[in-house]
């Protein structure tokens, strides 16, 4: 926190100061107070021209507290806002730059708690706390220098409550306490998940006839949140209860009586000096309430600044010092492992070349690593061991910038911005005009029903339309195809198409000069079938390599893995044709 509050500092020092100026002149309406009560209390005529010089003095006081505490409460609260913006900008920075894999292992809603409650949660410590806390201690550290003035005596025995208090809040920082605090904490997080979980499958959840096992999963974090919760206020009350009583004001009160009429009835002190200790021996229990009072949220500022932390902590994919321009888009990985996990590799030295011009089509049975594998180009990751070269440079030597300048992808799993449809697909080259975009579309197959939008190409999505996952996947094809970049990277990018659609996109995919580098994800026999080279995976590993027809005439993994698809379509085909038989 006192880093990122560095580059804020004379903001942070005039909401010090301002507090400070504040807070002193605050007590100057209850020190006139004192006085004139000592005045008209004394014996013989009171000064007239004393007493009107101790009210101009109170008024003046009040009037510069509220101008300096007004000004300390905008300052405070214009930094917050600073300091907030600055750690959402860091985070997004450092989230774009963290590798995909990095995501693959977090929940959503732990994510977007630390983006928005963890960052939100700053906001008392900054904008609210800094000021309490100095009003709390400048306030009581004047008076106690004024009433030892007045009594010394009766000063130690107003303290007693303070001590009292003071002597309660270790027991609120125990590792026992602690550990609740953390349980809650987590406990918090586990319902965020659950409900960014349960609200992003509910219709994979209903359509399946899941929905109790779905609201069991809720009720169960539900009930650890309201476990922890309870576990915290049991353990907090009996502290929190004693700290209160000490601080009360009938209970300061009834010490400072208790000592100021003992002194007075031993003559030790005359009735009159008893009124500043009654006036202002409450506030001197201020510092020890302010910080009961802001435990909760100092402590809770503490935990998700941590967490941000965490989150700004983790390795980005370096970026090269100098960076090297590739000579061409030949791509080739060179004994490529990599794991998500230190114990377990998920490639096992993958060596393959993609030479310009050819389309290389990806197959294997689920967790073979398909996935990764093309993911590896546009640099999601970078391999454990080996390499992957693009023009003959390694990646890690390539400049992000030019890396998505010449490499772009498709995946099954697409994500539309809040935007309208011609800048979604405008993504990647902001400069495009209205024809480039438009012709994109149409080469996508997609065109047609932009159209009906309810604004065309100007329609925002996720506001005035929304799009299904086919639509969707070909306005993420239109926009790799307006990128035009060399090397061309689809994970299942046809997925959700009809087969008229797939052709029209496998069409499109081909540039004029027939020079594009594409690495595919096949499970539809037609894409394999039109691939120059098939690389089977299995376990991680390449098993076999070659042309369709090559693979197909060994007889080999490759060759069962065409057949059992021939046969699943083949027996999905019969079974609609025999639910259409008349009974």
Request: hydrophobic letters at 50%.
């Amino acid at each position: 926190m006192a880093r990122l509050l560095r580059p804020y500092g004379w903001s942070f020092a005039a909401v010090v100061i301002s507090q400070v100026i504040g807070a002193v002149a605050g007590l100057a309406p209850l020190l006139a107070v004192v006085e004139l009560g000592r005045t008209l209390l004394s014996p013989g005529p009171a000064d007239h021209g004393h007493v009107w010089t101790v009210v101009i003095a109170g008024t003046v006081g009040l009037f510069v507290r509220l101008l300096f505490t007004a000004a300390s409460s905008g300052i405070g609260h214009i930094l917050d806002g600073q300091v907030q913006l600055s750690f959402r900008r860091q985070l997004a920075a450092r989230l774009g730059r963290v590798p995909i894999g990095w995501f693959s292992r977090r929940r959503t809603g732990e994510l977007a708690k630390v983006v928005g409650e963890d960052v939100s949660a700053v906001h008392p410590f900054i904008a609210h706390t800094p000021g309490e806390l100095i009003a709390a201690f400048v306030v009581p550290l004047v008076s106690l220098i004024y009433l030892f003035t007045v009594d010394w005596r009766l000063t130690l025995i107003a303290l007693i409550p303070v001590v009292l208090a003071v002597a309660l809040v270790p027991l609120m920082m125990t590792p026992i306490r602690l550990r609740e605090q953390k349980e809650f904490d987590a406990a918090m997080g586990r319902i965020a998940s659950s409900v960014v979980e349960f609200v992003q499958g509910i219709s994979v959840v209903k359509a399946f006839g899941g929905s109790e096992r779905a609201h069991r999963r809720f009720r169960m974090a539900t009930d650890d949140f309201v476990g922890a919760f309870s576990r915290l206020v049991h353990g907090l009350s009996a502290v929190a209860a004693g700290m209160q009583l000490a601080l009360s004001p009938p209970f300061v009160l009834l010490v400072v009586l208790i000592g100021g009429v003992a002194l007075i009835a031993n003559g030790g002190m005359t009735p009159a000096d008893l009124l500043p200790f009654l006036l202002l021996g409450l506030g001197l229990t201020a510092p020890v309430a302010a910080l009961g009072h802001g435990f909760d949220d100092m402590q809770a500022a503490r935990r998700a600044v941590g967490r941000i932390r965490d989150v700004l902590a983790v390795r980005s994919l370096p970026e090269p010092a100098r960076p090297v321009a590739p000579r061409g888009h030949r791509v080739e990985l060179r004994d490529v492992r990599f794991g998500y996990e230190a114990d377990h590799e998920v490639l096992r030295g993958i060596d393959l070349v993609l030479e310009p011009g050819t389309v290389t089509a990806v197959v294997g049975p689920s967790g073979s690593g398909k996935s990764t594998l093309v993911q590896l180009l546009p640099r999601f990751f970078d391999p454990t061991h080996g390499s992957v070269l693009l023009g003959g440079v390694d990646l890690r030597e390539l400049g992000s910038q030019e890396l998505y300048r010449r490499v772009s992808f498709v995946f099954q799993d697409v994500r539309l911005l809040r935007a309208s449809v011609a800048d979604n697909i405008a993504l990647a080259v902001p400069h495009a005009g209205p024809d480039d975009v438009v012709r994109a579309a149409r080469l996508a197959n997609i065109h047609e029903r932009i159209l009906e939008l309810p604004r065309g190409y100007e329609t925002v999505i996720h506001e005035e339309a929304g799009l299904s996952g086919g639509e969707a996947q070909r306005i993420s094809i239109a926009r790799a195809l307006l990128a035009a970049t060399p090397v061309l990277v689809l994970d299942e990018a046809t997925a959700f198409a009809d087969p008229h659609t797939e052709q029209a996109v496998r069409r499109a995919l081909a540039t004029p000069a027939g020079d594009r580098t594409v690495l595919v994800i096949a499970h539809r026999l037609e894409t394999v079938a039109d691939a120059d080279t098939v690389v089977m995976l299995e376990n991680g590993s390449i098993v076999e390599r070659g042309a369709p027809a090559e693979l197909l005439a060994q007889n080999g993994k490759f060759a069962a893995f065409w057949r059992s698809h021939r046969s699943a379509v083949a027996d999905e085909i019969e079974t609609v044709l025999q639910g259409d038989e008349p009974r």
